[in-house]
């Protein structure tokens, strides 16, 4: 008996040498999970045990997943030393990135889906300016950048830019609006039930003449153009005419002056639709500054409900975008680009919804 324990002591100790060269050899070479490991026979060769002290090793790596074996296949090193991972950057183009303006919830939004993913965010902010917007991405894709997420200066300016690096193998996702002329993958609002929204709400106030009012120019930006279409769907829904004297797309140095030119027609508007809360706010001013009352001379409504617009007097009644979900939405077709599961470009347009305050509800304060 004594002979046999001694046998199996011998045993036991060549099967752990077995097992501690393959932990060893592992380290060493700084393998990873998925790399291939010495054959049976190398290791019966290289350490001078048997086939059973060998299989017996195999079996106690394998169930402590520092192994796996494919049958015929040979062995190979467990998930008990995986892969690093590997950190993917995306950049994130913002043309601002001031709080007032939904920048940080859109980044909050990217943020938010990439955060238990091995992909890291850089913020690169242009400035509404379409030079620094090419300089920026130019930049990117020199240092290697082959996915942008961008939320673009315009949608006139740059697209060409835009064109030829997709072409060169560069995918983008845009936020809010997309260059013109091309097909692209884009997460936005639903701006034309928007507009739509923003006019009925007018409407139904009982407001006659509604004027629409711009900062930008009309093919600045797809979103423009989708709210005013929203505009005249709602006037032509309840029979209102639409008159070409209502309708302003300007520029911000110009705003103020062509606003007063509107505003001095003899049917001149009693409700303004201001394409963004920027332009609701600077109506307001004018209209104080002007002593025209609001809501109940002039009525105005605005654009993507930001947080300014509850700090005026009136406050100023808005269309809400959900700013975090693009820039979530986005972040996850990027992921889906990045892992080859988006063959095809895509819209994703998100629901909006109306947000009436102070400066449009003329019905409540007449009641009142």
């Known amino acids: 008996d004594a002979v046999k324990d001694e046998k199996n002591m011998g045993n036991n100790f060549k099967y ?11 380290q060493q070479k700084s393998l990873v999970e998925g790399d291939k490991l010495p054959t ?19 079996r106690d790596l394998v169930e402590k997943k520092a192994v796996y074996q494919i049958r015929g296949g040979g062995s190979y090193v467990g998930p008990l030393f995986p892969k690093e991972k590997a950190i993917t950057y995306v950049p994130l183009i913002l043309s601002h990135g001031k709080k007032v303006t939904g920048g940080l919830d859109i980044l909050s939004g990217v943020e938010s889906f990439f955060k238990d993913k091995s992909y890291y965010i850089t913020t690169h902010l242009t400035q509404k300016n379409p030079e620094t917007e090419r300089a920026v991405i130019n930049q990117l894709v020199n240092n290697g950048a082959k996915y942008i997420i961008s939320f673009p200066n315009s949608s006139e300016e740059n697209w060409r830019f835009y064109f030829d690096h997709m072409r060169n193998g560069v995918s983008f996702v845009f936020i809010d609006h997309k260059p013109q002329n091309i ?16 006019t009925e709400h007018l409407i139904q106030q009982g ?23 929203g505009y005249q ?51 307001l001013h004018y209209f104080k500054q002007n002593g025209i009352a609001v809501p109940n001379d002039m009525g105005i409504i605005g654009y993507d409900d930001l947080e ?9 009644s808005s269309v809400k975008q959900q700013f975090f979900e693009q820039g979530y939405q986005a972040a996850k077709m ?8 988006h063959p095809f470009t895509e819209t994703i347009s998100l629901p909006v919804q109306l947000m009436p305050k102070e400066s449009s509800l003329r019905q409540l304060v007449e009641k009142a």
């Open 207 to 229: 407001y006659k003449r509604i004027g629409l009012v711009s900062m930008y120019p009309e093919n600045s930006s797809t979103t423009l153009t989708q709210r005013y279409l």
């Open 183 to 198: 097909s692209v993958n884009l997460v936005s609002s639903d701006n034309v039930e928007g507009g739509y929204l923003a």
């Open 334 to 341: 990027m992921y889906d680009i990045i892992q080859g599961k």
């Open 233 to 283: 769907i709602a006037l032509k829904k309840y029979n209102m005419e639409l008159s070409e004297d209502y309708i302003m797309f300007s520029c911000p140095e110009q705003f103020m002056n062509q606003l007063s030119t509107m505003l001095s027609l003899t049917n001149a508007p009693d409700a303004i639709f201001a394409a963004n809360d920027f332009a609701a706010i600077e109506c």
């Open 16 to 26: 752990m040498k077995v097992e501690e060269y393959i932990l060893d050899y592992i």
């Open 308 to 316: 300014i617009t509850y700090l005026e007097h009136p406050s100023i």
């Open 40 to 58: 049976g026979n190398e290791l019966i060769q290289l350490l001078g045990v048997s086939k059973i002290s060998i299989q017996r090793a195999m």
